[in-house]
Each structure stands twice: as structure tokens, then as C-alpha cells.
């Protein structure tokens, strides 16, 4: 079976800008083009060059220093629009005129004129694009609301005229998957003229169905898909050039007879470049290059993924610019995602260290955070990995205070079979909890240094607390971590007491 290329047309730069609240300026628009240009799209079209003299200039720079793909600009069918695209894209290597008229009852009330008249603009745009360019291409501007046979009779006369390329767009969103598949199929059974013509499609998000638009048509003849990074664009965008392409590229059963010439290697840097651009975050459910796209938190999941990825991945996360996926240990998670990531720690347990890990310090963790992070494991392990024999045991702790309130704070301790109780006032939690400690324990220790710092960020962060305790010429470091601070800050002392507990019992052995 031949297979035939779907070339891709990216207009981020064109129909991305008119998302509200973007502009770019000429040098970021000619960083995202020379990334489009390494991700190997075919056609960008590169802006609207009537609109501003600084679009102008942008169109003009890109033309000027973009190699590799076709430069476009697009012209309203006036021929003022025409001649300033022209001169925008006259020293492009490969330049296209792209020229547009409404043409559904809708665009040609807005334009008070009959469907003759603008019958006679879009023939009289093609003719004089035509005459500074070989490739043009000609948009009757919201064709799915177009009626038919007229359609068809603009779309022929523009092909008369000499347009390459006859672009159908689905301007305000409103077809359905099925609907614009027989409509394309439509086209090509009845234009008389358009063999050798290269039929695109233009699909707009507003129903959600911008995508599967587009692959709908792809399906009934369409060879030109026009999109843009992120499926940016005016309201709810434009059909996103990362899933059309990965669609088509994972479906090659599917898709068998078509293919895109896409780098798709370089899908991921372009998201990024575009999203920084424009300021626009990308969903992090967003498909192909959401951030959990290749993520995976469900334990049933993860267990499935590290036995066999194509369990729950149908895209390599390689294939389009990334690492690798992503195992997010959270309070779904079980101990074969867990074992995993502790291993690529470096942090090797026994099935009983393992499990004993997972039930004291994991899934406390994970019910407080929603995702537990490296360094919140890395913490831990290093409390696990003492092996510190336990003389003092923190079983309780409460504390209380607040503006006009005496801070206090309640520890209960079992040292060795026996448990005991006390509270104590202080100079705010910590220092009440410290008192409270001492009382229970009754040694002459000194506190002799407090240090505290953020393991991981956000508001659920894990928090480190060293203590520098002294006792009888013996000083050691205790370390705690929790997301609770005086947490934290009692058991970085219950382990200095544990450590002065070990270093007595050496001494007198």
C-alpha cells in the first residue's frame, strides 16, 4: 500500500496569537519558528502581516531566517492584505500567500455582501496572490456553515484561479467527527478541478472535537492538518498538532495508508518553548504533553506498568521528547512502586525492611501529602537507616497555644516497658515540647543547637529538624522529619536521647 504524507501546517504563530491576552514579539516568534523548524512541520504560517507593522516585521524575520519549511502569511481577499504578505514572505525560500473570505450566510451578512460578490473577491484575492506566488492557498472562511453547492462553486473558481491548496475550515467549532469526514469526502466527488489539489482542514475547539475533526477528515482525503502547539488559538483553540501527529503516528494500523514527516522527538521541547511564550500552563492532564501524561499513581497501575509499560502506555515517552514516564507515589501506591523508586534511590530492603517502611513511614506520609517526593524518601531513609536501638519512644504528642494562650505541650514516652506522661509550659511549642521530653526523661542534657530547613516545597512539605544534644562530654546529632514541624522537632530529640543512650552504653561495655 502507498503511503501518502499528511502535511502538517502549524499556525501557533498566526491563529495561537489571537488566544486572548497573547502577544509575542518578533525575536520569540522567531524562537518558537526555528523550533517548529527542528520539529520538521511542514508549513508555518507566521502571522498576519496588515495587521501591525510589528507583525509585519515578524513575518519578514521569519522569512528571512527559517530554513526547512514553506513560510506563509495570511491575507483577508483585499488587495492591500495581499501585497503586504507578499512583500512579508518575498525573501522565504519556499513562501505561500494565504488568502480567506467568509463565505456561510453568517460572514456574508457581517460583510454586507451577495454571494457573487464575494464569489468575485475570492477569485480576484487567488489571481493577484497568484501573481507574487506560485503556492496559494485560499480559506472560505466557516465552510461548515456554508451551504453546499455554493461551497463547492467558490472552492472550484478559486482552484480556476490558481490556488495549490483549498483549506476548509471548520471556523467556529461546530461540525461533528462525521459530519466533516463526508463533507471533505464531499468535496473531493464534486469539485470538477480538484485533482492534483492538496485539500486541508482547519478545525476549531469550541465543542471539543477539534481533533477528532481533523482526523476525521485526514480519514476521508484530507492531506493538509492545521494546528497549532498546545492546541492554542482564538477561544477554546485549535486542533492540538501533538495529538494529531502522535495519533496517527501510535495508530499506524489505523492510519496505515498516511503519515506526517514530524519529528516527534522534539513534540515536548516545542510544548514548553510555546507554553512559556504565550504564559499559557498546559492542563496537566493534557494529552501527549501534560505533565501526567506519562504519570502513574494508581497502585494496580504502577504494578502493571513495571512489569510490562505497554500495560497501561500505547506512546513511549521517549518517541516524544521526554526521559521517561513518571511512577507518583502517593497514598494509592503499594510496595512494588515503592521498592522501585527507593531502588533507583539507591536503597535496597528486605521484603520484611520493606514492608515495615511502608506501614510506619510511607503511608503516614502519603495520607498527609498528596504525592510523596524523593527527598521526602530520602529523609526517611536516613531516620531508617540508623539502626539506632530504641531506649526512648515517642508514643504521644500534643501541643497547644495561640495568641494570648500559654504555648503548652503534652509528650507521653515509653522508655523501654514503661510508659510516661508529663506536660510543660515553654517559650512557644517547640520549646514546651522540649521541657515536656526532659521532664519525662529526667538526664542533665543540654540543648546546644536547633536547625530546621524544607526537605521538599508547598505548604505540605516535609521538614527536617537537627538538634546538637550535649551530655557529660558527649555530643550528637538528632535528626526528625514530618510535615508536622514540632513533630519533627520532637523526634529529632527522642533520636539525639537514643544516640547519648548508645554512646553511655559503649562507654561503660
Do not use: W
Not at 114 to 140: K, N, T
Not at 200 to 210: I, K, T
Amino acid at each position: 500500500m502507498v503511503t501518502e504524507k499528511v502535511y502538517v501546517f502549524d499556525t501557533s504563530l498566526r491563529d495561537g496569537e489571537q488566544a486572548a491576552g497573547s502577544r509575542l514579539g518578533a525575536r520569540e516568534k522567531l524562537g518558537i519558528a526555528q523550533q517548529l523548524a527542528r520539529l520538521r512541520v511542514d508549513i508555518i504560517e507566521a502571522g498576519f502581516p496588515v495587521s501591525s507593522p510589528g507583525e509585519f516585521e515578524a513575518v519578514r524575520l521569519i522569512a528571512q531566517k527559517v530554513e526547512g519549511p514553506v513560510i506563509c502569511a495570511l491575507a483577508r481577499a483585499l488587495p492591500d492584505d495581499i501585497i503586504r504578505a507578499a512583500d512579508a514572505v518575498r525573501n522565504a525560500y519556499s513562501p505561500r500567500i494565504h488568502t480567506f473570505i467568509g463565505t456561510s450566510p453568517q460572514h456574508m451578512d457581517m460583510l454586507k455582501r451577495p454571494p457573487h460578490a464575494i464569489l468575485g473577491m475570492a477569485v480576484e484575492s487567488v489571481e493577484r496572490a497568484r501573481s507574487f506566488c506560485e503556492d496559494v492557498e485560499f480559506s472560505p472562511m466557516d465552510a461548515t456553515r456554508t451551504e453546499f453547492d455554493y461551497l463547492c462553486e467558490v472552492i472550484e473558481a478559486a482552484i480556476g484561479a490558481g490556488a495549490t491548496i483549498i483549506n476548509i475550515p471548520d471556523t467556529v467549532g461546530y461540525a461533528q467527527p462525521q459530519q466533516f469526514g463526508a463533507l471533505i469526502k464531499d468535496i473531493l466527488r464534486n469539485i470538477s478541478n480538484i485533482q492534483g489539489i492538496v485539500l486541508s482542514v482547519h478545525c476549531h475547539n469550541d465543542l471539543g472535537l477539534a481533533v477528532a475533526n481533523t482526523l476525521a477528515a485526514v480519514d476521508n482525503g484530507a492531506r493538509q492538518v492545521e494546528c497549532t502547539i498546545n492546541g492554542i488559538g482564538e477561544r477554546a483553540g485549535n486542533a492540538a498538532l501533538e495529538e494529531v501527529v502522535m495519533a496517527i503516528r501510535t495508530r499506524r494500523d489505523y492510519y496505515s495508508d498516511v503519515a506526517t514527516g514530524i519529528d516527534t522527538r522534539e513534540i515536548v521541547r516545542a510544548s514548553r518553548l510555546v507554553a512559556d511564550a504565550f504564559g499559557m500552563i498546559v492542563p496537566a492532564n493534557k494529552a501527549i504533553v501534560g505533565a501526567n501524561a506519562f504519570a502513574h499513581s494508581s497502585g494496580i497501575h504502577q504494578d502493571g506498568f513495571l512489569k510490562n509499560p505497554e500495560t497501561f502506555e500505547i506512546i513511549k515517552p521517549e518517541d516524544v521528547g521526554l526521559d521517561a514516564s513518571k511512577i507518583v507515589l502517593t497514598a494509592r501506591s503499594g510496595r512494588h512502586a515503592l521498592q522501585h523508586r527507593l531502588e533507583q534511590l539507591g536503597y535496597y530492603l528486605s521484603d520484611e525492611e520493606l514492608g515495615g517502611f511502608y506501614e510506619t513511614q510511607f503511608l503516614p506520609l502519603s495520607d498527609k501529602k498528596k504525592e510523596v517526593y524523593d527527598e521526602d524518601l530520602i529523609a526517611m531513609m536516613g531516620d531508617e537507616m540508623q539502626d539506632i536501638s530504641e531506649t526512648y519512644h515517642l508514643k504521644y504528642l500534643h501541643t497547644s497555644g495561640g495568641t494570648g494562650a500559654i504555648p503548652t505541650a503534652t509528650v507521653q514516652i515509653q522508655i523501654r516497658d514503661e510508659v510516661r506522661q508529663k506536660a510543660e509550659c515553654g517559650d512557644g511549642p517547640v520549646d514546651a515540647t522540649f521541657k515536656a521530653i526532659q521532664a519525662v526523661v529526667n538526664l542533665p542534657t543540654t540543648l546546644q543547637q536547633y536547625a530546621i530547613r524544607s526537605v521538599t516545597s508547598g505548604t505540605e512539605a516535609m521538614g527536617e529538624v537537627t538538634v546538637h544534644l550535649k551530655e557529660d562530654g558527649n555530643v550528637v546529632i538528632g535528626r526528625g522529619v514530618s510535615t508536622d514541624i514540632i513533630e519533627a522537632s520532637a523526634k529529632a530529640y527522642i533520636d539525639g536521647l537514643n544516640k547519648l543512650a548508645v554512646r553511655k552504653k559503649a562507654s561503660v561495655e
